[in-house]
């Protein structure tokens, strides 16, 4: 890197990895190019520098005055293609399409106010929600849930405005958000989930509750779970069968696929062949998990391992029927052709399951709830062991959101307090004082026998 002044102007010259020429930037004052001198230095040096991106004819481009539809576009290209995976790229891309451009994409960026953005969060609060393809139209209005994450994909992009010196301040730092009332899980009980098993009569369905509350698994994880990923080990051996969570069954926009194909930033591993030849805006996929930390192994109960090989025997009898018309693409859960499961399906037969047999309204995650609560409980709280299973990236999330505690083991609770510490009380008064030596003794003896102590007390007891 070097400065050097060229008639009243001065340059900053350095190298970008990749590039044959070096690259030059021209500054007005030597503090200025000092200044930009340094900056390259230290983040070249901190690992953490990017080289501005070339516009036309090699220069490079600095507007003062661009609309959010336009900053928006620039800053799906220069960031969202190099930070969002499939399934964050579509509902960005989604938020930004129905409901941030129709309202104030014809705004300057450098004209948003905090105030601007609070009128704004509140007139989304009383339109309609934008209709999903397939979905049908209840009426809803945009929730306070989706103006949350407008107001998180507006801030990370209005701070890349200002870095990028499109305007001076980010409107959303300070933003009212509308208020939003947390509710808390319903969840299935261990009795629950239990009686739910046995009636249900759906073996597709019955499959996937094996795996949600077995194995804590997601939906979209249960649906891309293939056969090469489970291995059933010994069979006389409990914990000795595992299974593999590495991919996910999804559905992303072609554009999201398109997109990142392009800069080699796809998570998509296979792309299942649409079924009704027309021309659509989204593909079925298997995909990598959304976090590095969903790629796990998780050990199967024998009850999993039981259910698993039954499933696989009767599949390969389809296979046999059906002949060169199965689709075989290794999926545990598949239907009779061989063809994947999507989420939906698997939630109306949950649903149709709950109405059947009156079963307390639950939707189909809350297993994974479940799933996890109960683990907690069988584990003694060994959260380490318990988010293996879920693949939580931060153990906080196994405890605060995915236990659950249930009036049941409340009332065990209650009961441990009577039987070990309430009782105690009384219990036992000495007749007479005893010596140092003896005391020390005594304590030494419970310390290393602490079962004693209930033996003692529940003679006391007795004898009264």
């Known amino acids: ?240 069968a595992y299974l593999k969570v590495d991919r996910e069954l999804d559905r992303c926009s072609n554009e999201s696929i398109s997109a990142l194909e392009q800069v080699s930033r796809s998570t998509v591993i296979f792309k299942f062949p649409c079924v009704i030849p027309k021309k659509g805006t989204t593909t079925l996929v298997l995909k990598a998990p959304k976090t590095q930390s969903s790629v796990r192994t998780i050990y199967l109960p024998k009850a999993v391992v039981d259910e698993l090989r039954s499933v696989k025997l009767q599949q390969e009898q389809y296979k046999k029927l059906m002949g060169d018309e199965y689709y075989d693409y290794d999926l545990v859960v598949a239907q009779i052709n061989g063809r994947p499961y999507e989420q939906r399906g698997i939630d109306k037969m949950f649903y149709k399951l709950i109405e059947k047999y009156s079963l307390r309204p639950v939707v189909f995650h809350s297993l994974r709830h479940s799933s996890t609560s109960l683990k907690l409980k069988l584990s003694g709280g060994n959260i380490k062991a318990v988010q293996g299973d879920t693949g939580h990236a931060e153990a906080r999330m196994v405890t605060d959101t995915y236990a659950h505690g249930f009036d049941s083991d409340r009332k065990l609770i209650a009961q441990e307090m009577d039987t070990g510490f309430f009782s105690k009380i009384g219990a036992a008064e000495p007749s007479e004082e005893a010596d140092g030596e003896t005391v020390e003794l005594l304590k030494k003896l419970i310390r290393q026998h602490p079962e004693l102590v209930t033996e003692l007390l529940k003679e006391s007891a007795g004898s009264q």
């Open 1 to 240: 890197m070097s400065i050097r002044k060229r008639g009243n102007v001065y340059q900053v010259s350095y190298r970008v990895p990749g590039e044959t020429s070096p690259r030059t930037e021209t500054y007005k004052t030597e503090d200025e190019a000092m200044i930009r001198d340094a900056q390259i230095r230290i983040a070249k040096k901190s690992g953490n520098f990017e080289a501005p991106i070339r516009i036309a004819k090699g220069k490079l481009a600095q507007k003062k005055d661009i609309t959010v539809k336009e900053f928006l576009d620039e800053y799906v290209e220069l960031y969202g293609l190099k930070k969002w995976g499939n399934s964050f790229y579509s509902a960005n891309t989604g938020l930004i399409k129905n409901y941030i451009v129709p309202h104030i994409g014809d705004r300057f960026v450098r004209s948003l106010t905090t105030r601007d953005i609070d009128a704004y969060y509140t007139m989304l609060l009383d339109q309609p929600a934008v209709l999903l393809p397939g979905r049908h139209d209840t009426g809803a209005k945009i929730t306070a849930d989706t103006v949350t994450r407008i107001h998180k994909l507006l801030k990370s992009a209005f701070g890349k405005a200002v870095a990028w010196e499109y305007c001076k301040t980010n409107p959303t730092i300070g933003a009212t958000l509308p208020e939003q009332r947390s509710k808390e899980r319903d969840v299935w009980s261990d009795d629950e989930a239990i009686h739910a098993l046995e009636v249900c009569d759906n073996p597709v369905l019955q499959t996937c509750m094996y795996l949600a509350l077995g194995c804590s698994m997601r939906l979209g994880e249960i649906l891309g779970l293939q056969w090469s990923n489970v291995h059933f080990g010994n069979r006389t051996m409990a914990g000795e």
